[in-house]
Each structure stands twice: as structure tokens, then as C-alpha cells.
């Protein structure tokens, strides 16, 4: 069975300050993984990472994936209140018709 | 474009009382999906369709039917709700399956629903 574990569960950092999620996969025929952002109510797309294009950036976020270790993390540097929210990491595979989602990572940034 | 759309926002429901929640997409999406979201448990697929006509069984679709008459519509059906169905309930699209190139999920804004 298709995997996705996201630490920490929970996060909370000064405004300022520079994080790391983490998301690790134990999925078969690993094809994509995928960074969301929810605020309040939908999630919203971040990042998609594969074999091709495994470092993306976006201004203050940016994600690398370590196929060697399974795993991708999301940065965010010189937080803002405005990072505040679930970040949501997800796994397809070349065969699955769907998506497979972590738990998400809940971050507050306080001022 | 209006994207993913989803009706009702909030609904509260009776134990045994059925109900469809409406979805819609504008984007000429092949691939649809529902989910449901509960505290601690991450989003878990309830069902999807990869075109006009053909749906198929996520990891919970124990209690929904779905139908895909038209590209544009995906609407999820409760047979006869239960409280454990009490969720947050996102409808998702993109233009190819999850296992295919362009599977950038665009995600409607939910549907709060509350089973008594």
C-alpha cells in the first residue's frame, strides 16, 4: 500500500524565521510528488517535483526531492503570518490513479 | 473561469436523510475526484473518473455513488448518511490522471457537511 509520512505534525515559528518540512514516500513506480498550500479552505498548488525536475523555487519556497532517500523537503525562508497553514504533500505513481496525501504539517508563524 | 465549483458550502443532514453534492469544472478537466478531509487522517480519495462515463472506487467509497454524465460535472450522492460521514468534502480536477503528465489537481472550495 502506497505511503506518504509528513513530520513535523505540527510547527510553530517567529516571523522571520526559515523552516523545513519534511515528507517521505514509500510508494511503487514513484512518477510525481506534489506540494499544496491550505489556508483556510481549499488547498492550493505549490510545487510538482519529479525524476525531471527534482529543485523547484518560488520566491521565499522553495522544495528539493532526494529520490536516493524517498523523501522531499519544503523551505520557506524569512517566514511572514501569511505562511500561516496546512502544507500538504502528495505522491502519484505511474500505474495509481490517484493522488496519495500526508497528513499535512500545520505551521503558525506568530509575529 | 470560474475553475472547481462546489455547492452546497455547508449542510447538516439527519442520520438516514440523502443528498448529492454538486460539483463543476470549467477547464475542460478529463480527470475528476472526491475527497474527504478529517482532522489527523490527511485527504483520502473517495472516488474518481477519468472521463465522461467511467468512475471508479477510491480508498473510502463505501456509502457514495458518484456518476459522470458530462466532462463538466461530478456529482457525489449519500445514499442514507451515517455521523461518520460527518466531514470536509473537496472535489478536485485536472487535466490528465494522477499517473499521467499534467496532474496538477485544481481543487474546489469544500463542502462542510454535518451528519446528526
Known amino acids: 500500500e502506497d505511503k506518504v509520512v509528513q513530520s513535523p505534525l505540527s510547527l510553530v515559528v517567529h516571523e522571520g524565521d526559515t523552516v523545513t518540512l519534511n515528507c517521505s514516500y514509500e510508494?511503487?513506480?514513484?512518477?510525481?510528488l506534489l506540494w499544496y498550500k491550505q489556508e483556510k479552505k481549499a488547498p492550493t498548488f505549490l510545487f510538482m517535483l519529479?525524476?525531471?525536475?527534482i529543485e523547484k523555487k518560488s520566491g521565499r519556497l522553495s522544495s528539493i526531492l532526494d529520490k536516493k532517500e524517498l523523501s522531499s523537503i519544503l523551505n520557506i525562508t524569512a517566514t511572514q503570518t501569511g505562511d500561516s497553514a496546512i502544507y500538504l504533500c502528495?505522491?502519484?505513481?505511474?500505474?495509481?490513479?490517484?493522488?496519495?496525501f500526508g497528513t499535512g504539517t500545520r505551521l503558525q508563524v506568530t509575529l | 473561469n470560474a475553475g472547481v465549483t462546489q455547492t452546497p458550502k455547508f449542510q447538516v443532514l439527519k442520520t438516514g436523510q440523502s443528498m448529492t453534492l454538486q460539483c463543476a469544472q470549467d477547464?475542460?478537466?478529463?480527470?475528476m475526484s472526491w475527497y474527504r478531509q478529517d482532522p489527523g487522517m490527511g485527504l483520502r480519495l473517495i472516488h474518481y473518473?477519468?472521463?465522461?462515463?467511467?468512475?471508479d472506487q477510491g480508498e473510502v467509497p463505501n456509502g457514495y455513488n458518484v456518476s459522470r454524465s458530462t466532462t463538466e460535472d461530478f456529482p457525489l450522492r449519500l445514499l442514507s448518511a451515517a455521523p461518520s460521514q460527518t466531514s470536509v468534502y473537496f472535489c478536485?480536477?485536472?487535466?490528465?490522471?494522477?499517473?499521467?503528465?499534467?496532474?496538477?489537481?485544481?481543487f474546489g472550495p469544500g463542502t462542510r457537511l454535518t451528519v446528526l
Open positions: 478536485a480536477s485536472s487535466y490528465s490522471p494522477p499517473s499521467g503528465v499534467y496532474n496538477e489537481q485544481f
Open positions: 510508494v511503487t513506480n514513484f512518477r510525481s
Open positions: 519529479t525524476s525531471s525536475g
Open positions: 502528495a505522491v502519484t505513481t505511474g500505474t495509481a490513479s490517484k493522488l496519495t
Open positions: 477547464m475542460n478537466h478529463e480527470y
Open positions: 473518473s477519468v472521463g465522461a462515463g467511467i468512475t
